[in-house]
């Protein structure tokens, strides 16, 4: 599959490129900056140290939420987009950046942990995710039946993650913050996901999420450059799960790794491509 295809199918079918944007985002193409942050839940007033952010969203409630991000020390401006949890919705705005000046992405979520080395708060670099997702099929080939990637690994923008990685372990030792490296597997559920931990684990993978294996991916057919950047909600392993288990001292150690250590190797990395 091309980027090229997928617009020609829309095309097809009566919708113009420069909708595109508008139509996923709720914004035209060129109010999206070269640098942008994309975050299935977080919201940028978890993130002051970032810069002054301005709404942009036309709606007050909608789906995908955009704002715009201006940082005065480095004279960074970025997008930062909410798409809401699941593969199918990050896909799609992510596709939709191809028609934009969009350059990178740094993609920042929550992971479980499915290694007890692994704590609540830490933060992970994921150096591929395993698709276990569904949407990815729709991008991965020309046709349906050719485009079964189940278990397949994809991978971050080689040069942009390698950036990530040496920021995050410089900024993590001055902060006193374990990270680790990522093997990522992408799921499509939370309920269920339990029943199958064991074979997850048996792939080699160490923490699991449900969007960067698409992210990945749909980054590369639009040929933008992203990398993510994780913060370990849960623990699967040491039965500190979303369900229950994790103290008060882990969720302020994860408090803090967010708003003093993400916001760091966000600025540190991006200024960088100034």
């Given at each position: 599959m091309k980027y090229e295809d997928l617009l020609a199918g829309i095309r097809r079918y009566g919708a113009r490129d420069q909708?595109?944007?508008?139509?996923?985002?709720?914004?035209?193409?060129?109010?999206?900056?070269?640098?942008?942050?994309?975050?299935?839940?977080w919201e940028p007033e978890m993130f002051p140290q970032l810069g002054e952010a301005k709404?942009?969203?036309?709606?007050?409630?909608?789906?995908?939420?955009?704002?715009?991000?201006?940082?005065?020390?480095?004279?960074?401006?970025?997008?930062?987009?909410?798409?809401?949890?699941?593969?199918?919705?990050?896909?799609?705005?992510?596709?939709?950046l191809g028609v934009t000046p969009c350059k990178r992405v740094l993609f920042i979520g929550s992971v479980g942990a499915l290694d007890a080395n692994i704590g609540i708060g830490d933060v992970v670099v994921p150096e591929y995710s395993v698709c276990g997702d569904g949407a990815s099929r729709y991008i991965a080939a020309d046709t349906l039946h050719a485009g079964d990637v189940f278990g397949e690994k994809a991978y971050p923008d080689d040069r942009l993650l390698q950036t990530v990685l040496n920021n995050t372990a410089r900024i993590c030792e001055e902060n006193r913050v374990n990270y680790h490296i990522g093997r990522?597997?992408?799921?499509?559920?939370?309920?269920?996901?339990?029943?199958?931990?064991?074979?997850?684990?048996?792939?080699?993978?160490?923490?699991?999420?449900?969007?960067?294996?698409?992210?990945?991916?749909?980054?590369?057919?639009?040929?933008?450059?992203?990398?993510?950047?994780?913060?370990?909600?849960?623990?699967?392993?040491?039965h500190k799960?979303?369900?229950?288990?994790?103290?008060?001292?882990?969720?302020?150690?994860?408090?803090?790794?967010?708003?003093?250590?993400?916001?760091?190797?966000?600025?540190?990395?991006?200024?960088?491509?100034?």
């Open positions: 909708d595109l944007c508008m139509k996923q985002l709720d914004i035209s193409s060129d109010q999206v900056q070269e640098n942008v942050l994309i975050a299935p839940w709404y942009l969203s036309s709606s007050t409630s909608p789906s995908i939420k955009v704002w715009d991000i201006f940082n005065k020390e480095c004279g960074l401006h970025m997008t930062y987009i909410k798409t809401g949890i699941g593969a199918p919705v990050l896909m799609d705005a992510l596709l939709s990522n597997f992408s799921i499509d559920t939370i309920f269920a996901q339990f029943a199958h931990i064991e074979e997850i684990i048996a792939m080699g993978c160490n923490v699991i999420e449900m969007e960067t294996a698409v992210a990945f991916r749909a980054a590369k057919l639009a040929g933008i450059s992203l990398a993510a950047i994780f913060s370990v909600s849960d623990n699967t392993i040491t799960s979303l369900m229950g288990g994790r103290t008060e001292a882990e969720q302020e150690y994860r408090r803090f790794t967010r708003s003093t250590v993400f916001p760091r190797i966000i600025l540190d990395t991006l200024c960088q491509q100034i």
